[in-house]
């Protein structure tokens, strides 16, 4: 078991900077590999970026790519969303997801690769 719990969402005007937090409990969080999702209104939820286990590798989706960074500090067992430039089109509200059986330096996209989920942050850029 691990509990997420988000942090850091607000009201923004384009253009601003915003970064979310996300602390993990109940297992060891260098284990855990992260990833990051949102879902817009009246939309699916989707891919935003991910961190493997160690650091060493992440990804991201296109439409973020450049923008956003995603880091860990396995100390303080938190995963960062640092985003840049934000847009309107990037309301929504924000979800960190841990995936327990990950491998080392494997990173993970799917929504199915994750079993544990925060209760969300909310992300509102004005236009």
């Known amino acids: 078991q691990v509990q997420l719990v988000e942090s850091g969402g607000g009201l923004v005007q384009a253009g601003d900077s915003l970064r979310l937090s996300c602390a993990a409990s109940g297992r060891t969080f260098s284990s855990i590999a992260m990833g990051w999702f949102r879902q817009a209104p009246g939309k699916e939820r989707e891919f935003v970026a991910a961190?493997?286990?160690?650091?060493?590798?992440?990804a991201y989706a296109d439409s973020v790519k450049g923008r956003f960074t995603i880091s860990r500090d396995n100390d303080k067992n938190t995963v960062y969303l640092q985003m840049y430039s934000l847009k309107h089109e990037d309301t929504a509200v924000y979800y960190c997801?841990?995936?327990?059986?990950?491998?080392?330096?494997?990173?993970?996209?799917?929504?199915?690769?994750?079993?544990?989920w925060g209760q969300g942050t909310q992300v509102t850029v004005s236009s």
């Open positions: 961190i493997s286990r160690s650091a060493a590798n992440s």
């Open positions: 997801a841990a995936n327990l059986g990950s491998l080392y330096s494997s990173i993970y996209v799917r929504q199915s690769d994750y079993g544990y």
